[in-house]
């Protein structure tokens, strides 16, 4: 079984600061993959980043970069220099190897001018 | 590439009504995937379909729900009969892996209100 943990329900950051989100999973597939979704308040589910856990370095997009920890079950996303539309919710995913994807609970971000 | 497409965005119905939503996968993914999102269990996986055979619908929660996948190009869910608590946003979404990668793309969701 797949399990996907975000601890932080709701955080607020300063525009241009950078923003940690955490993650931790567990899971017994030796091949995953991990999914960082962004959802504002408009509803819809827009894809961030994406890093394979067989992946030797960190996924980065743009102002986005995932900090895998594989040892940990880690897969922080850090988002740099926000702005004020990064304020939304964020949702860590994992597949497994059924393809299946499942969910942590979210963390909202609130950024602050 | 049009992405993903879910209708109706919105629908609102009264408690015992059959309800239909439907979506309009990606062509050329191989992967669909229904999901539900409320505000007191999150994301929740009802269904998914490999080469629109149905794969897992362990997450489906009552025999109210059922889904089907005819053809590469479109999917239904369905609920009969609808409930209040089946209130939720609906997404579909789609992955296409034999292309590498594996990024879900998802719909805009069907919110869908039954009184």
């Known amino acids: 079984a797949q399990k996907i943990t975000q601890t932080q329900p709701g955080m607020f950051v300063q525009e241009k600061e950078a923003v940690t989100l955490d993650c931790t999973y567990d899971?017994?597939?030796?091949?995953?993959?991990l999914f960082w979704y962004k959802q504002p308040s408009s509803g819809e589910m827009i894809f961030l980043i994406y890093?394979?856990?067989?992946?030797?370095q960190n996924a980065t997009e743009g102002r986005y970069s995932l900090n895998f920890q594989k040892a940990r079950k880690s897969a922080n996303l850090v988002i740099s220099a926000s702005q004020l539309g990064d304020s939304a919710m964020y949702f860590c995913?994992?597949?497994?190897?059924?393809?299946?994807?499942?969910f942590g609970a979210g963390t909202t971000v609130t950024v602050r001018a | 590439d049009a992405g993903v497409i879910q209708s109706p965005r919105h629908e609102v119905t009264e408690m015992g009504q059959e309800v239909t939503l439907r979506c309009k996968p990606i062509?050329?993914?191989?992967?669909l995937f229904w999901y539900r999102q409320t505000m007191m269990r999150g994301l929740e996986l009802l269904i998914y379909?490999?080469?629109?055979?149905?794969?897992?619908d362990s997450g489906m929660p009552e025999d109210r729900f059922s889904a089907k996948m005819p053809n590469a190009s479109f999917s239904t869910l369905k609920i009969q009969p609808s409930e209040p608590r089946d209130s939720a946003v609906y997404f579909c979404?789609?992955?296409?892996f034999g292309t590498g990668g594996g990024s879900y793309t998802f719909g805009s969701g069907t919110r869908l209100t039954v009184v």
């Open positions: 979404a789609s992955s296409g």
């Open positions: 899971t017994s597939d030796p091949s995953y993959g």
């Open positions: 890093q394979g856990s067989y992946d030797q």
């Open positions: 995913a994992m597949r497994g190897g059924a393809y299946k994807l499942s």
């Open positions: 062509s050329g993914h191989d992967y």
């Open positions: 379909f490999n080469n629109n055979v149905p794969i897992d």
